[in-house]
């Protein structure tokens, strides 16, 4: 399996499938699963404690990419040892072909921490949007065997109480792993040394952390490279509808109240809007805390929705108006400009 990267032995992925549910997402049968892992080795490339084989994300994402391509036509030997990035560009090569979306490409982030690993164990919603990795180790423990192949985006470090031993620690495991970002849970801590965190460029939360805020630490990581720490991009946070009418469009639909005996079409073309302008204007609020931030999100969503939802509302009142209404947006870009004018 070509996994994006290859951990240390106590490293423990997370999320991690078994072979009925990869049948479930990938539309293949179990047999024809196991099948290919004899013959191709796509298999699953974590094994538990007990010796059950389950499967990694990467391994979930590269099946679904090579059952995409299968159902399409291509030979399963003429593929099983192409890479993940590979197989990617074959899918959009194919175009509207395939019907598969391609694995969104997920942040890394490393857990280390005995009682760390248990509260995940316990809230694995947190961790759902990113590959994660946890070493159920503490870390006055000897990590020196610790390394991993690939790139990490956080590193989330179980910490009882900071002191310059620990301080120590961490800086020498964050350059061990070279991770720019590092998240440091304690349990105790004074001004002192949440001051000498931020001094090594490092954040601090108490532990245990409440989940939506953890979750709201990885869904900015994507986002952190391109904005400010500590100011926030909410249009970031939220995969938004497209737009479907534009404001000429909108424009020309409030125009057919005298087509019609009733005025809904300016009703709803008003509503849309204003619905238009709040939902750009919500995505472009910025926030310090992660509160804030929170809220800020649910509302653009909300926006977001309300205004698909009328956008629906609109195309059932224009669907046996199509000729008057291309004859009235095709006069109002005039008209747009004259108003912008005046």
Known sequence: MNAVAEPSGILEPRPLYGIGT??????????????????????????????????????????????????????????????????????????????????AAKSTVVFVGRELCHWLDGHQGCISGVSAFMVRETLTEQ????????????????????????????????????????LVLYRYANERWLEELERHDASGMEFPPEPARLAFEFSRLKTARDTTQGQYDMGELVQPKDRTFTDEELIAAGKLKSLLDCECPKHIAD??????????????????????????????????QARWLMEKALKAVLENRGQEFQQLLAEAPATTRGEQGR
């Open 22 to 103: 990869v049948a479930r997402l990938t539309g293949l049968k179990p047999d024809t699963l196991r099948v290919w892992e004899r013959r191709y080795g796509l298999g699953a490339s974590y094994k538990s404690a007990t010796g059950r084989r389950q499967y990694t994300q990467s391994d979930l994402d590269h099946l679904q990419l090579i059952a995409a391509l299968v159902a399409d036509g291509t030979r399963i030997g003429e593929i099983a040892s192409a890479e993940s990035k590979t197989l990617a560009q074959l899918v959009k090569a194919r175009g509207d072909r395939i019907k598969v979306a391609l694995p």
């Open 143 to 182: 990590l020196d065997e610790l390394t991993f192949d690939g790139e990490i985006d956080l590193l989330v470090i179980e910490c009882p109480s900071l002191s310059a031993s620990r301080m120590q620690a961490i800086q020498a495991l964050r350059a061990r792993l070279q991770v720019g970002k590092v």
């Open 271 to 304: 509503l849309l809007m204003a619905l238009n302008h709040f939902e750009t204007y919500s995505s472009e609020c910025s926030v310090d805390n992660w509160r804030d931030a929170a809220v800020h999100s649910s509302i653009y969503a909300y926006t977001n």
